[in-house]
């Protein structure tokens, strides 16, 4: 008896769907660190300095870690199903982002709910006296009105990333499941990157500064993110018809359900490693480009010339595109010679880009080749882990590149300060074996979780890592700047007694610590990595296998 075939058997479909949920994911990456590249402008237009700016960006994580909504959102999503909870996720996103707009809006100032933010929410019971709190008294009007659009953010943009991965097993479970979430988290980071490149684009655009005008640029994103979900809704809707599945109607999840995920060594080992290693990136993202500015010496190119100007942003970000597509490319052509060419191009691509970032003289755009590096293999590696497994090795040697490109940023680029060329040259090569590491372990990791759980709690077992990876995301942030104060007293006091300027300041932080802790992060992630491959093999939990069914 031949099965009846579904729209998911037929690949352009099955890609389609993935190109739905990817974009989505494109959009909400580019919101989310939408006002990480424009701190100073926000500084000088807003009057946010760099508590009131960093309260607001830890508030996206606030809800989700302290007030459990992330459990929630794994329940939710495993009781209605991957295309309600999509649409729920887009529409609490897209709210979450309208407000933030509003408080950095030149509407917002001078209005009655400036003056009633600026009397109230200077106090958390509870939370203020733990330190945890996302409003302070003192704090600018504007900045506690955007942690509130940004904390409901935070719900919807963690709640999509767990919808999206479960809509992925959905459609390619037993097929090519990790080259789909590879490239899913391929367009994730170029998301990141486009956002680096065009957030102070929109905010400067035209000669004057209008910092809602980057944020009003996210929004529409997030409008074109709602509608991807909209259309990916009815393809859904159609698969259930077809398959008469309804995972969620068959098999209705229970909540003691969760029981079964907790009880699960495999899935703990994976939760740990997750928390360790991302606590040991995205932190470290946020203070990156600081870190090159005290390591590196820049002499910025003159005011005016072809390297300081608007165009060469825009050639820099179509070399991106250039790079990521043909990397892309690469995964779905077996032709040998259309394979080289294609590396050709991106490996000239990616040389190029560089070339241009040290030309540019700007620790932003040395770092910008941090995601384009993690665009073009995560697909590639994912296309590995589909065909020949080695998830479990793959995340140890992960590991293993981010302790050494750590303790490189630590001990050995310093040495390098005064030499224009060598610093440069370090930089850009830890940065882009980090960005492989950004590669190996994401790839790697989060196709393992359907072979560690029940689907039908896959959508909780999402949820329940990313609320433990929220909890790192939350801390280490906070712990780096707290390391850094410690560890560097003579900056902190020269500031505090008006010796030094804010701007000399920021360019003297020694990160020696700071980063020595990330790379003991590293060193627990390996830790567990080793035991993880130790348990694949007694228990077959099968993570070294290959996910395509031959
Ligand atoms: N700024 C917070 C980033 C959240 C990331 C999310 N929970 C996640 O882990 N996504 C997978 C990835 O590799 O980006």
Redesign the pocket.
């Known amino acids: 008896m031949t099965e009846k075939l579904t729209l998911r058997d037929n690949a352009a479909v099955r890609w389609a769907a993935l190109l739905l949920l990817a974009l989505a994911m494109f959009c909400s990456y580019i919101f ?1 660190d939408i006002l990480s590249p424009i701190k100073d402008l926000m500084q000088s237009e807003r009057g946010w300095d760099s508590l009131a700016f960093g309260t607001m960006q830890g508030s ?1 994580t606030f809800l989700n870690v302290f007030v459990f909504f992330l459990i929630f959102a794994g329940i939710i999503l495993d009781k209605m199903g991957v295309r309600f909870t999509a649409l729920l996720s887009g529409g609490v996103m897209l709210i979450g982002a309208v407000i933030k707009w509003y408080a950095v809006a030149e509407g917002f100032k001078g209005s009655g709910l400036e003056a009633w933010f600026t009397n109230n929410l200077n106090y958390i019971p509870g939370f203020d006296e733990l330190g945890i709190s996302p409003f302070y008294q003192g704090m600018p009007a504007s900045a506690k009105l955007a942690a509130v659009g940004f904390m409901i953010f935070g719900c919807g943009v ?1 709640m999509a ?1 767990i919808t999206v991965s479960r809509g992925i097993v959905k459609w390619f479970k037993g097929r090519e499941i990790a080259l789909a979430m590879g490239s899913e ?1 391929a367009l ?1 980071r170029l998301g990141v990157a486009t956002c680096m490149i065009f957030s102070p684009f929109f905010a400067k655009l035209g000669g004057q500064v209008d910092v809602s005008r980057s944020v009003a640029f996210g929004v529409v994103l997030l409008m074109i993110a709602l509608i991807m979900f909209i259309v990916y809704f009815f393809m859904d809707k159609k698969l259930d018809a077809q398959t008469g599945e309804a995972e969620e109607k068959d098999e209705p999840f229970k909540i003691k359900d969760i029981g079964k995920i907790l009880s699960s060594g495999g899935f703990w080992l994976v939760a740990l490693l997750c928390v360790l290693y ?1 606590s040991a990136i ?1 932190p470290f993202q946020k203070y990156a480009v600081n870190m090159l500015q005290c390591n590196l010496s820049f002499t910025p190119p003159a005011e005016g010339s072809f390297w300081a100007g608007n165009t060469v942003t825009i050639i820099q970000y179509c070399i991106m595109l250039v790079v990521a597509a043909t990397a892309f490319a690469f995964n779905f052509t077996s032709k040998k010679s259309l394979k080289t060419l294609l590396l050709t191009i991106s490996v000239i691509g990616l040389v190029v880009f560089c070339y241009m970032g040290y030309m540019r003289q700007s620790a932003e755009t040395i770092f910008a080749v941090f995601p384009l590096l993690a665009v073009g293999i995560t697909p590639i590696l994912g296309k590995v882990v589909d065909n020949k497994g080695k998830a479990a090795s793959m995340l140890m040697f992960g590991s293993i590149l981010l302790i050494v490109c750590h303790l490189t940023f630590a001990f050995i680029l310093p040495l390098f300060k005064d030499s224009a060329i060598g610093g440069v040259l370090i930089a850009y090569v830890t940065i882009l074996i980090l960005g492989a590491s950004f590669s190996l372990v ?1 790839a790697s990791l989060w196709p393992s979780v359907p072979k560690l759980v029940d689907q039908k709690v896959i959508g909780s077992a999402y949820a329940l890592i ?1 609320w433990i ?1 929220n909890i790192g ?1 939350w801390l280490f942030p906070l712990l780096i700047g707290k390391v850094l104060d410690n560890t560097n007293p003579q900056v902190v006091n020269d500031l505090k007694n008006h010796v030094i300027t804010p701007e000399q300041a920021a360019v003297s932080y020694n990160y020696t610590w700071p980063l020595v802790m990330l790379a003991c992060l590293g060193v627990a992630a390996l830790i567990i990595g080793i035991i993880l491959k130790r348990v694949d093999k007694v228990k077959g939990l099968g993570l070294e296998l290959p996910n395509v069914q031959q």
Do not use: D
Request: net charge negative.
């Open positions: 989310m996206e963690e990333g988290m994730a991302y995205f994401p990313f990876q995301l």
